[in-house]
Nanobody
Framework: QVQLVESGGGLVQPGGSLRLSCTASLDIFNVYKVGWYRQAPGKQRESVAIITRGGDTDYVDSIKGRFTVSRDGAKNTVNLQMNSLKPEDTAVYYC?????????WGEGTQVTVSS
């Protein structure tokens, strides 16, 4: 059973920064994809930032230049550095791992951007 535990969410003012971390119970360098999704109230869950096994990254257009996804093999963590946060970034952020055709999700961490 794959376990994903997120941390780092919270309340931040517009323009501020947060760093999300996800600790995985497996080798995150040996999965097909790993990264972050988010779901805002009343909206569908969307892919935010993904890293493939080969190290390629993919970001949703709305966060390009502001968010950076990274992984740490020594700690089996995948991180999301979020800068210049906007109110529209408010959502529950979910850690995501795909192994072959099976997807795994964390329980989510709330990020609220508000003054």
């Amino acid at each position: 059973q794959v376990q994903l535990v997120e941390s780092g969410g919270g309340l931040v003012q517009p323009g501020g920064s947060l760093r999300l971390s996800c600790t995985a119970s497996l080798d995150i360098f040996n999965v097909y994809k790993v990264g972050w999704y988010r779901q805002a109230p009343g909206k569908q869950r969307e892919s935010v930032a993904i890293i493939t096994r080969g190290g390629d990254t993919d970001y949703v257009d709305s966060i390009k230049g502001r968010f950076t996804v990274s992984r740490d093999g020594a700690k089996n963590t995948v991180n999301l550095q979020m800068n210049s946060l906007k109110p529209e970034d408010t959502a529950v952020y979910y850690c995501y791992v795909r192994i072959a055709y099976t997807e795994y999700w964390g329980e989510g961490t709330q990020v609220t951007v508000s003054s």
